[in-house]
């Protein structure tokens, strides 16, 4: 506009030039040390930051994985597809990669969001959003994310993290196998070595994927003899995993059979024998070698075939019996378990002697203390000096297998060279011996996998005997620190025991005299009231001559026999005096006949009442034996069903073999 000033009107909204008066005024306020406030220096002003709740309609979206809601929200404020919307400083990528169903909104989304953002968009941790796609198992996500920005795999979190780390930390298996295909080992630092590699091996360790430990092993051996920066060595992480040895299982007859037949591979069943070197057959000349090769040509074949049959047979019995398969995912695992246990102690076993012994300390007393005699015997015979390994408070193996009643770690004794007498003679600190603890009272945790305070307190007095065989006679009358001998100790530790002990012998004594006098008396008064009653002539029973009736009077005099001396040997319990021993053999003993005499009695009232009925009620009537007899059996079964247990269990721990003894052929120096 022709002559118009240059000058903005009083209306615009535009910020005026300082004058010069008003530069020299800020400029002395500067020189003095003055703050600047109001019109003495003016400031830019900012929009006010966004409440979080402004953001909520986008976070609900990306958990519904509702993109439409989500785009319109983009378009309404664009600044949100990178933006912070949570407390925790999440970004809406964040959020949308940790649920399955929107994978589809993850990649509308990354079209939006430049390549060289994704390793910036970081929450308050220092995690992107491919850290949290291993932390919820996402691997579609994952792929996504990946295949936009490769260098996302190896971006370290604040806590010195990587994906990988997460996935196996939250034990996502597939996205492990995953991230181990696209992480990058050749950057610096490399995420498979030194204390990242370990500690991923430690993480894969306790998510119990054995299978990706010994991959990892094998590709980086020297993780076995490294430290995570807690501390901790893959044998040490291993040793606290029980279940994942055979010894750390507890299995029933049954399941016991179906463990060692389950195969534990179904490629690697059979594998074919080697028949002779086929290309240097020993006859030296053409027939020999053509005979050797149709000879593995025909077993090849049938190792094949034989091969697929097996295959089929179990994924058949699978399909029926799904247990079968977690038995044999279970076998499969504690194969792989040990397998990792021999590579881990071959490569700490290559160290030097103070390095090997100090790796191998904690591991082999954690096992002890677990009882993973796997664990130990492997390290013992990697490394025998482990034997003298011992704790802050002086036990050693034995010691510490002894106090926490581990029977598989005592064993390994019988495996032992005349070593065994040095490692059974040790103190602790309290100058406690080996028989010192064996007179303590088991932990709570060991004590209750036996039945019954009775047979707890004779499993103690076997552990004691067992224990002081060990022992030179002069241990058994040492005192330890509380001025103890160790038979002392036993009767102050198992004095509780005792009187549980008695109280629950006497109450099971009770309650089954009742049942035996209730059968004395029945089985009394039916030999005198025979079924039909007498002849009045001769006095002789009416079916005397009939085969139910000799049935009848057979089974009834054992029914009131066998009840008379189980209430005797009932009686015999209720009147014990209850010293420590009488729970070896003494009372265990009375309690087993008087068991056995009760179901034997019961059993005999049983038959000898369905005679009875037979002869009153079923003459030429032979289909009446069938529902009597079931209903004769449904009392026998109860019995068998409810005391049986408790009775296998008498029988075992007095009179089989036990718990201790030579358990492997693995002999250890």
Known sequence: MAGSSSQPELGDNVRKEP??????????????????????????????????????????????????????????????????????????????????????????????????????????????????????????????????????????????????HLAAGYANKDMISYLFTVTRDDVEPSPFADRSGVELLNLVISAEFYDLALYLIQLYPKLA????????????????????????????VWQRLIYSCVPVKFGNVYSPAKIGDMENPAAGNQMSMLICRWVHFFWEFGSSVCKKCHEATWEFIEWLVPYFKSVRDTRLMHRQ??????????????????????????????????????????????????????????????????????????????????????????RDVKRNNILHLAGKR?????????????????????????????????????????????????????????????????????????????????????????????????????????????????FDALSLFSSTASLLMFLSILTARYAENDFLYSLPRRLIIGLTMLFLSITSMMVAFSATIYLVFGEKKAWTLVPVAGLACLPVTLFVTLQYPLLKDMITSTYCPGIFGKRSDRLLF
């Open 19 to 164: 004058g010069p008066l008003m530069k020299l005024i800020l400029q002395a306020g500067r020189d003095k040390g003055a703050p600047s406030q109001g019109l003495m220096e003016p400031v830019e002003k900012k929009e006010p930051e966004k409440d979080l709740n402004w953001y909520l309609p986008l976070y609900k979206a990306a958990l519904r994985g509702d993109w439409e809601s989500a785009k319109n929200f983009f378009n309404q404020d664009p600044e949100a597809i990178t933006a912070k919307i949570t407390k925790v400083s999440e970004t809406v990528l964040h959020i949308a990669v940790g649920t399955q169903r929107a994978t589809s909104f993850v990649k509308e989304l990354l079209e939006l969001i430049p390549t060289e953002a994704l390793v910036t968009l970081k929450d308050q941790a220092g995690q992107t959003a491919l850290h949290y796609a291993a932390i919820y198992g996402n691997v579609e996500a994952a792929e996504l994310l990946v295949t936009k920005s490769p260098e996302l795999t190896n971006v370290w979190s604040g806590a010195g993290l990587l994906p990988i």
């Open 225 to 252: 003899t490294l430290r995570s920066p807690a501390g901790n060595t893959a044998l040490r992480v291993i040793a606290g995993k029980p279940s994942a040895f055979p010894s750390g299982i507890r299995l029933n």
């Open 337 to 426: 378990t040990l397998q990792l246990i021999k590579r881990l102690c071959a490569e700490v076993a290559g160290l030097d002697y103070s390095s090997a012994a100090s790796i191998f300390d904690g591991p082999i007393l954690l096992a002890a203390v677990s009882g993973i005699s796997e664990l130990v015997e492997e390290i013992l015979e990697s490394f025998p000096p482990a034997i003298w390994s011992r704790n802050q408070e002086g036990h050693n193996i034995f010691l510490l297998a002894v106090e926490n009643r581990r029977e598989n770690i005592f064993n390994i004794l019988y495996q032992m060279s005349e070593h065994k007498q040095l490692a059974t003679q040790l």
């Open 442 to 554: 088991a932990p709570p945790a060991r004590l209750s996998l036996v039945s019954g305070a009775a047979l707890q307190m004779q499993r103690e007095l076997q552990w004691y005997k067992e224990v002081e065989k060990y022992v030179l006679p002069d241990s058994k009358d040492a005192r330890n620190s509380n001025g103890r001998t160790p038979a002392v100790e036993f009767s102050v530790e198992h004095k509780d025991l005792v009187k549980e002990g008695e109280k629950w012998m006497k109450d099971t004594a009770n309650s089954c005299t009742v049942s035996a006098t209730l059968i004395a008396t029945i089985g009394f008064a039916a030999s005198i009231t025979v079924p039909g009653g007498n002849n009045s002539d001769s006095g002789f029973p009416i079916f005397h001559k009939n085969t139910a009736f000799t049935i009848f009077a057979i």
